[in-house]
């Protein structure tokens, strides 16, 4: 049976992470039986492992709860949206599927940068909001003082704002009841041209793609076909239904105002993007959705695989990645140092990272990757302009005119102690002030202009370990500004290792080089001879530090006829060559490839 | 024919920088572990599994330790009869206690020598009296200096002494003292071993404190040491061992050269049919009758190359051949030129080894060889 329109609520939860947007979900679920008690886990929306562990939500998911109440049954729609900013292109599609959203700000913290951040963009797609209060179970709580901040901050009524532990369950009804009163009903014409919404594909082996979706207008059923508007592709439709919380249930159709999925033997996620706008191929859609746009990776390495031999295992684990992650792109490439590997890009460096632990863990690969890149664009003199996200591609700088790299608007929020430190952080970033507001007596929020390439290192950890985790952080792309930037090389017994290769700040080369120079120094085990290490920009050695040469690594002592026990010693030694990459003569472990990612602050 | 070693791990005390196995002295406990030794010479019943069909037929008989002497030269004799009895020991085997020289007298040796003994090993580790004590060590070198000599009288000549580099407070100087009374011994072969700081000894807990030599201290101490021991003519045969010509030992060579023992007592290794097995380090478990475990199969390539590079003589690629049926890997062959061009190796003819610098370095290089 159809629920009417009037009895659907389309919704998301929008939070600052760690929030207790997933824990909410979990609740919501439970109460409306949507998940049986006994098949509760924790997270049910956060199905890899990783979101789990990290306790952050990658992908988006949708889920249809029924919902009682004074005699009518609801279909409430909760369409989950990823929380890191990596991934705000997904979030804007989420919203966009919805008329309200659930905002959910933790009772002993308050409001922190991706509350503001998400709210901004709920209210640009004119969402009513249900500002929520959780965590009233630990003894830090202030739901009072968080309420009267929500008022001043960001405008809204909180009087009536649930105050709830979603993780005792507290109160999580009223939550319910306020999605119902305040959320408004979808609109949409079901017998005008299809117009539906795609918020997230996911692959399945045994569907294809997933395609999740908001019907705007119209109406689609198994035997019609699809069309998306962006790429064009047509496919016909197999199977439409809604989303339980572990399963489909196909239905006849899905109609406007309906959250489902539509699947259609579509292979892979690149044809179903998100944002896009389906319609069928019968009676088209004049216009597609405002909003489409295909999201470029902004963040550049290389990955390896540590042995040469799993070349093919990672470009199939690549491939497979890819069937479900639309962002992530690669091409193959060559490097002197690692041989052969991919040019991996990604939307940020967590989604980077994500990858990485995805490739180690999924499919047991183990890799190198080489120092994250943005794209630079390098003016050259004669007036062609190289979009550059690969030091090794980065030209003669005799040729080059000027260079222009990526910013961002980075908005830093925190308790007011610690202005000062992140002041001095943004700065020694390179950042450019442009705001600093009083959001409350002990919450302010500061605004850069940060350059990308600042950001990708390890900005965040610097920000949290500087601020005692207080303080919390989000940006946005604004585009390209002019800088001094130089290509710093790492020579190894005076061999160019390619893959230690940057682009940098010209202020920052000086430090830099000798950072890394220290670092490889402590990182490279020593060998049978000594080991130049030498850092240059353009051919001028700028840091040096010499790897001595190993003297004394000897089983002394007779351990009468234990020889195994010599045995396994020299085994471990040579597992621990095994993660070693050689370099012309030198034997380089992936320990120094990390420990020139994370350079620590100083 | 086989090594025989027997394990006696009984000790006056436990030196702070040893990880040997081995208990505080307990006349009972050693009567038993006697028996029991003696039990498992008769019946092989510990053994049994791993030495079926195995001639037990020995040159080559090592009594270590803890202490061998410390159990009183009457029960080494005791036990080595028991040997001649129950094994075919060959006219002209070599047959060896480790003694520590601040106990042993001219009557120990005069019955050692009855018994058939005709090697010691003395552990001095140093001719200066500070690091000998911080070693644990006490007697001084006019007491071993009577030790050797009571050696010598009762017609056993063909003494070892041990010695170690890179103690604490330990100085070049200072190393020029002990070499200096090494060489006035005139004993024919010397261990040296650098110290390592093994997980469970008393140095280990007080590691902190320990005021060592650094690497290249230690490192320049050992080329030190070699190179005064050679002048004179020892042979530096093995990466810790020097001697006099025809001096080598024996027994520990068939471990470098991966040949066949048989190890009886607690912590005792063998290596006979292919496997490695051993006793667990509990001498009541020996003597309640605790069989001996499997620990590997032994006598691979990778295992025959480790051993035998620790060894001056090195690794011809014709006796490679006769033992394997084929070439030295290639990987070996290639690998080891880097080698020969850092002076870390020699290739002389067909035969590999290392360099006084590269056994410095003997782990770093098997393992890059062997890789």
Not at chain 2, 125 to 132: C, G, I, N, P, T
Not at chain 2, 290 to 308: K, Q, R
């Amino acid at each position: 049976m159809r629920t009417p329109k009037k009895h659907i609520r389309n919704f998301s939860i929008i939070a600052h992470i760690d929030h207790g947007k997933s824990t909410l979900a979990d609740r919501l679920l439970e109460l409306t039986e949507t998940v049986a008690k006994r098949d509760m886990q924790q997270q049910i929306l956060d199905d890899m492992d990783l979101e789990r562990e990290r306790g952050i939500t990658i992908k988006a998911h949708a889920v249809t709860l029924t919902y009682k109440q004074d005699g009518e049954e609801y279909e409430l729609n909760l369409i989950d949206t990823p929380g890191h900013v990596d991934f705000n292109y997904e979030v804007s599609r989420s919203l966009a599927a919805c008329e309200g959203a659930v905002l959910i700000v933790d009772a002993t913290q308050g409001i922190e940068a991706q509350t503001l951040a998400n709210t901004y963009l709920a209210l640009d797609h004119d969402l009513e909001l249900v500002p929520v209060i959780n965590k009233i179970d630990l003894p830090a709580a202030d739901p009072e003082r968080v309420a009267a901040d929500i008022e001043d901050v960001i405008g809204l009524d909180s009087e009536e704002a649930p105050r709830v532990s979603a993780k005792t369950g507290e109160n999580v009804g009223d939550v319910l009841k306020q999605i119902v009163k305040l959320v408004p009903c979808p609109e949409g014409d079901d017998d005008a041209p299809l117009k539906a919404l795609v918020f997230d594909s996911v692959y399945d082996n045994y569907k294809g793609v997933i395609v999740y979706v908001r019907i705007m207008d119209g109406t689609i059923k198994a035997g019609d076909t699809m069309r998306m508007m962006a790429t064009g592709a047509q496919f016909t439709v197999v199977e439409v239904g809604k989303m339980a919380a572990t399963s489909l249930m196909p239905t006849k159709q899905l109609c406007a105002g309906e959250v489902g999925y539509i699947t259609a033997s579509i292979k892979t996620v690149r044809d179903a993007r998100v944002g896009d706008t389906v319609t069928t191929a019968e009676n088209p859609a004049a216009e597609p959705l405002e909003g489409y746009k295909k999201v470029n990776p902004m963040v550049f390495c290389g990955i390896y695989p540590a042995d040469g031999a799993d070349y093919e295992a990672l470009k199939e684990a690549l491939e497979k990645l890819q069937l479900n992650d639309a962002a992530l792109s690669f091409e193959p490439e060559t490097s002197g140092a690692l041989g052969f590997g991919f040019r991996c890009g990604f939307l940020g460096l967590l989604h980077l990272e994500i990858i990485q632990e995805r490739l180690e863990r999924e499919y047991n690969l183990d890799l190198v990757s080489t120092v994250p890149s943005v794209i630079y664009k390098i003016h050259m003199r004669g007036g062609e302009v190289l979009e550059i996200d690969n030091p090794t591609k980065y030209p003669d700088p005799a040729e080059i005119d000027y260079s222009e790299e990526p910013m961002t608007d980075a908005h830093i929020f925190s308790p007011p102690e610690f202005v000062g430190t992140i002041m001095d952080l943004c700065q020694e970033r390179r950042g450019f002030y442009k705001d600093m507001k009083y959001l409350s007596a002990d919450r302010v929020e500061l605004s850069y202009d940060l350059p990308l390439n600042e950001i990708i290192y390890d900005f965040f950890d610097a920000l949290k370990s500087r601020t005692k985790g207080y303080a919390s952080f989000d940006y946005e792309l604004k585009g390209y500004a002019r800088s001094n930037l130089v290509k710093l090389d790492v020579l190894l017994n005076g061999d160019g290792i390619d893959a230690l290769s940057f682009i940098i700040h010209s202020d920052k080369a000086y430090g830099r080089a000798r950072k890394i120079a220290e670092k490889l120094k402590d990182n490279i085990p020593r060998q049978q001879f000594e080991i130049p290490v030498q850092i240059a920009v353009g051919g001028k050695v700028i840091a040096r530090e010499t790897v001595k040469a190993l003297r004394k690594d000897v089983l002394a002592k007779c351990y009468g006829g234990d020889i195994t026990r010599k045995k396994k010693l020299l085994e471990k030694q040579k597992e621990g060559k095994k993660r070693m990459r050689s370099f012309g003569t030198v034997e380089v472990p992936q320990e120094a490839f990390m420990a020139i990612l994370k350079l620590d602050e100083q | 024919m086989k090594g025989l070693y027997i394990h006696i791990p009984f000790c006056r005390s436990k030196c702070p920088y040893c990880d040997f196995y081995s208990v505080p002295r307990n006349d009972a406990l050693i009567e038993k572990y006697c028996d029991a030794l003696i039990d498992e010479i008769e019946t092989g019943r510990r053994t049994k599994d791993f030495t079926e069909n195995s001639d037990m037929s020995f040159d080559t008989v090592y009594f270590g330790g803890g202490t061998p002497s410390v159990i009183g030269a009457e029960r080494l004799g005791r036990i080595l009869e028991c040997i001649r009895k129950n094994y075919t020991i060959s006219a002209d085997a070599e047959i060896t206690a480790e003694c520590n020289p601040s106990t042993v007298d001219d009557e120990f040796f005069i019955n050692l020598s009855s018994y058939g003994f005709n090697r010691i090993s003395l552990g001095m580790q140093s001719a200066v009296d500070s690091e000998r004590h911080s070693l644990g060590r006490l007697a001084d070198k006019n007491k071993v200096l009577s030790v050797i000599n009571s050696a010598r009288k009762s017609g056993i000549t063909n003494i070892s002494l041990d010695v170690m580099l890179g103690v604490p407070s330990q100085t070049m100087e200072s190393l020029d003292e002990t070499v200096d009374f090494l060489l006035d011994t005139d004993v024919p072969h010397i261990s040296a071993y650098m110290l390592s700081i093994e997980e469970g000894t008393n140095f280990h807990k007080r590691q902190d404190s320990l005021v060592l030599p650094d690497e290249d201290a230690v490192c320049d101490m050992y080329s030190h040491l070699a190179q005064r021991l050679t002048q004179q003519g020892f042979e530096h045969y093995e990466i810790s061992n020097f001697a006099k010509s025809g001096f080598e030992s024996r027994h520990n060579l068939k471990y470098w050269e991966c040949e066949e023992y048989l190890g009886l007592g607690a912590a005792a290794h063998s290596f006979i049919n292919g496997k490695r097995f051993f006793f667990e380090r509990n001498a009541e478990a020996f003597i309640s009758g605790d069989t001996a475990v499997f620990d590997s199969y032994g006598g691979d390539s990778e295992e025959f190359i480790m051993l035998a590079l620790r060894l001056k003589k090195g690794i011809s690629a014709q006796d490679y051949y006769k033992r394997f049926g084929c070439s030295l890997p290639l990987s070996f062959t290639e690998k080891a030129k880097a080698f020969i061009t850092s002076g870390h190796m020699t290739l002389d003819g067909d035969t590999y080894s290392l360099t006084q610098k590269g056994m410095l370095i003997s782990n770093y290089i098997i393992s890059n060889l062997e890789d």
